[in-house]
């Protein structure tokens, strides 16, 4: 059986679509030739496919775990497992489901790097976020029911230029699945923002999906949900350049809020969690 390092290396080398099969089967090679000897002597239409499919279900208990073989710390490594297991059940909520960790390697996410971005800072959290599924969306996801009875409250402005919003950061490594595009960056998710009393123009921002995408995670880890008593700047400019969206948890409510200020505007409670991907 190949290591946990050399199976990383391994599978971002070779895992395409045309030798998906041979990867599978060379990693799990006593399954295969079981399946494969229990299949000659029994010639049972459909059986290759069930082979193919049981080699499968395999694969994926492993798979996501081999991008996971470059982050040298293993309590970064453990981070980035428990990030991506709350982000497969805010992903349900949300209505979309999550590429597996291997599928953002080969995009070109480079775990090594985001290894060491969380072991020198604690209050990073790996977020997986959707973009594209749309306002409905992520209403659905923090609607009664979802994610703990909770709402979204979008201002009129947020609602109109919701596109806006919703597109994925230029210049980052991203994933493909059914109309909806992925990317994983590394989120500060302290109760405040890292960097406090700056406008707009002190950017780059968290994009409101992965802002969304965060609160779910830490509901959906038991957490509570991040600024409470703050405000967070999100990433792109609305009303031509005149707006930016900034996003706030009313405790009260139980409601995510998105409003919209001017771009000079600025408090001490208002900041940004800049990025790191």
């Not at 806006?164 to 493909?176: E, F, I, M, R």
């Not at 969304?212 to 038991?222: G, K, N, T």
Request: glycine content about 8%.
């Amino acid at each position: 059986m190949t290591s946990g390092n050399d199976a990383g290396s391994w599978v971002r080398a070779h895992s395409r679509a045309g030798e998906r099969l041979e990867l599978i089967r060379a990693l799990f090679p006593d399954l295969a030739s079981e399946l494969d000897a229990a299949a000659a002597r029994h010639v049972v239409p459909g059986a290759a496919e069930a082979l193919d499919a049981r080699l499968d279900g395999a694969a994926a208990r492993l798979l996501p775990q081999a991008a996971f073989a470059d982050v040298a710390e293993p309590e970064s490594a453990r981070r980035i497992e428990r990030s991506f297991a709350a982000a497969r059940v805010a992903s349900a909520w949300v209505g979309v489901e999550m590429p597996e960790a291997e599928a953002f390697a080969e995009a070109g996410v480079d775990f090594a790097r985001l290894g060491e971005a969380l072991a020198s800072e604690p209050a990073l959290v790996a977020v997986p976020a959707p973009f594209g599924c749309g306002a409905d969306a992520w209403r659905g996801a923090f609607a009664p029911g979802a994610a703990g009875s909770s709402t979204l409250v979008l201002a009129a402005e947020a609602e109109r230029e919701f596109e806006l919003l919703d597109a994925a950061p230029a210049n980052t490594p991203s994933v493909t699945t059914a109309r909806v595009t992925w990317t994983l960056r590394l989120i500060p998710a302290g109760e405040r923002p890292p960097v406090l009393g700056l406008g707009f123009a002190h950017g780059p921002h968290v994009t409101l999906p992965e802002m969304l995408m965060l609160q779910l995670m830490l509901i959906a880890d038991d957490a509570p949900p991040i600024d409470s008593a703050s405000f967070t700047w999100l990433e792109g400019a609305l009303a031509g350049g005149r707006l930016a969206a900034r996003h706030v948890y009313d405790e009260s409510e139980r409601a995510i809020r998105i409003t919209c200020r001017e771009i000079g505007n600025q408090g001490p409670h208002l900041g940004a969690r800049t990025p790191v991907g």
